[in-house]
């Protein structure tokens, strides 16, 4: 059922982060909420708790997954993370078949068991269908979950946003939000868009920044870092493929030399995907190193290891993402939302240190509640 207060969303590509955003959606319960909340950077933003958000249109490119439930596709192979909230009722919502395009990349075929994709044989809907289903859904907001490296389709959708006239969630490493020609496309039409590439909750961005700011704040010298994953789902497997891996590994670059006191030697920094495991699952393990020189210029290193669920990662910020840019809608705002790019995201139009972007966030959710409140 349609929740009176909902926010209506799309999604393109009912991946691992569209499950764990769904599961999401039915584990946060109002009860739960209000129990004490664990797992999200805010329990409620304008009055809008995470429970509030309904999808109401979705595309993939999966035989398993297209002509199904959104709801029951999201459990469809080759998706594998952690299920954390299975009682979830049928919605209604069938998943559609969108273009392929560049969303699956050659080397895929190589795989023969049931992580790769299975291409379906249903008609591609055209851009004018797509576009027309999003109005007929009443989406409000489209979400970007296609695959690294698959830039045709990643602009596809964002034409498709504006098309229809819906927000754009951009999730992935194509650069829309932080390309000036879209933004000002966004502007005109007065829709609300947030990007570019999802920063996770406490993934291996946000700590090798909060790392690389600790060393620029206490006056050590960032000489050398890297920065390895490797995981065993579908994005990983995807970005074996270096030649999609470009603007990932621009996207993860530039968000630690962003907060590097001095940039970093091209030569001396190496952050991006490494290699795929399949065993893990969609568990990601990053590894970290920094070297510098402290006092005296004393030589001294840092090395870490994360594990972590990759996909609920990500969810905890989408939530707030959606939240924020149902704000925006409710006050007319449109073009890149600057703070809620900055703070979630690892490639937006103009980077700040994590602080800033925090003190930004929370500046836009306060005035932005405000303005609905005194209206």
């Not at 459990?75 to 560049?102: A, E, H, R, W, Y």
């Not at 510098?292 to 996909?311: A, N, Q, T, W």
């Not at 989408?318 to 925006?328: E, F, G």
Request: glycine share 8%; aromatic share 8%.
């Amino acid at each position: 059922m349609l929740n009176k207060r909902g926010i209506r969303i799309a999604i393109a590509g009912i991946g691992n982060c569209a499950s764990a955003l769904v599961q999401g959606i039915y584990y946060y319960t109002p009860e739960r909420c209000r129990e004490g909340v664990v797992g999200l950077m805010h329990r409620e933003i304008g009055g809008y708790l995470p429970c509030d958000i309904d999808v109401v249109a979705a595309f993939d490119v999966d035989a398993r997954k297209v002509g199904t439930d959104v709801n029951r596709a999201i459990f469809s192979k080759p998706n594998c993370t952690k299920i954390f909230q299975s009682d979830i009722p049928d919605s209604g919502v069938i998943v559609q078949m969108g273009p392929v395009l560049d969303g699956i990349s050659e080397h895929m075929a190589d795989y023969a068991d049931d992580r790769t994709f299975i291409r379906s044989e249903a008609r591609e809907l055209t851009k004018e269908q797509i576009v027309a289903e999003l109005k007929r859904s009443g989406a409000e907001i489209l979400l970007n979950y296609v695959p690294v490296g698959s830039e045709k389709a990643a602009r596809f959708y964002a034409e498709c946003a504006l098309e229809a006239g819906v927000a754009f969630i951009n999730n992935m490493p194509v650069f829309i939000a932080s390309d000036k020609a879209f933004a000002d496309r966004f502007k005109a039409r007065n829709l609300p868009i947030i990007g570019d590439d999802i920063k996770s909750q406490l993934g291996a961005t946000i700590t090798h920044r909060v790392l690389t700011d600790l060393f620029a704040k206490r006056g050590v010298k960032l000489l050398r870092t890297y920065q390895l994953n490797t995981g065993g789902n579908t994005d990983f497997l995807n970005m074996k493929n270096q030649q999609r891996l470009v603007s990932k590994k621009t996207s993860k670059t530039e968000a630690v030399q962003a907060v590097a006191k001095k940039r970093i030697e091209d030569e001396n920094i190496h952050v991006g995907p490494s290699d795929y495991v399949p065993w893990q699952n969609d568990n990601k393990l990053c590894f970290i190193r920094m070297e510098g020189h402290l006092f005296g210029d004393v030589p001294m290193d840092i090395e870490l290891r994360l594990s972590v669920e990759d996909s609920p990662n990500s969810a905890g910020v989408v939530i707030d993402m959606i939240r924020c840019c149902k704000l925006a809608l409710q006050n007319g705002i449109g073009g890149v939302l600057e703070g809620p790019s900055a703070y979630f995201c690892k490639h937006p139009p103009v980077q700040y240190t994590d602080d800033d972007a925090y003190q930004m966030i929370e500046a836009f959710i306060r005035t932005s509640t405000v303005k609905i409140a005194v209206r």
